[in-house]
């Protein structure tokens, strides 16, 4: 049996522990390595959802503050729609408020009285015509019977009689005009003065508009 020599086992021992060491040595670089290449794709991974997670956010933020500024501007538009058609109606209701004034000259008024019955009668071309005025009015339409009949008669030639309806008059705080009855109440014309401005209001609305406000540029065509 040989034995080694002491110095011989010293030599292989030594290379043995550097062999041991350097492979040790290459395993630690390699999970350093690893570990660093891992470390980076996690850290990347987290960075990349944080990223997403703010730009997610932030698209949420610029959505609403669009909605909320679309919805301020569509509120500031109704604000002035509502403004603008609240003046319309003011100048319609002074407008109405002003219709008592023609009452007040007898001689226009009974010539407005006479128009709005002739009209009615042209419609109808009736020969027996209920009126119905305000109480206040009575006399004065019954003063232009004569004179209404004759115009209606040389135009259409025919007669029609006309009768005042002396048990149903027109509200007292109404401006005046006449309605027309005929059929037994079948058939109704309202020639009010009421009923006269309401209906110019609606043909000339948007020229109201227009002259108070200005033309829109936005609208191609006038309502």
């Not at 500031?76 to 003011?90: G, I, P, S, T, Y």
């Not at 009689?161 to 309605?179: M, Q, R, T, Y």
């Amino acid at each position: 049996m040989s034995i080694w020599p002491q110095k011989s086992i010293k030599h292989m021992m030594a290379f043995i522990e550097q062999e041991a060491n350097e492979k040790a040595e290459e395993i630690d670089a390699k999970a350093e390595e690893e570990f660093n290449i891992e470390k980076g794709r996690l850290v990347q991974q987290q960075r990349l959802k944080i990223m997403e997670y703010y730009e997610k956010k932030e698209k949420q933020v610029e959505l609403q503050k669009k909605i909320q500024s679309s919805n301020m501007l569509n509120q500031a538009r109704l604000k002035v729609l509502k403004v603008r058609e609240d003046h319309v109606r003011n100048v319609l209701d002074e407008a109405r408020k002003r219709l008592g004034e023609v009452t007040q000259n007898s001689s226009r008024y009974a010539e407005i009285l006479k128009l709005l019955i002739i009209q009615g009668l042209y419609q109808l071309m009736e020969p027996n015509v209920v009126i119905r005025v305000r109480q206040i009015d009575q006399a004065l339409v019954e003063s232009i019977f004569d004179s209404v009949q004759d115009t209606y008669k040389n135009v259409c030639k025919k007669e029609t009689i006309l009768k005042i309806d002396s048990d149903n008059f027109l509200p007292a705080e109404s401006c005046g005009g006449v309605e027309l009855i005929s059929h037994r109440g079948r058939i109704k014309i309202c020639n009010t003065l009421e009923s006269r401005l309401e209906l110019i209001a609606q043909q000339l609305v948007s020229e109201i508009r227009c002259a108070l406000f200005g033309r829109n540029p936005n609208r191609k065509f006038a309502d």
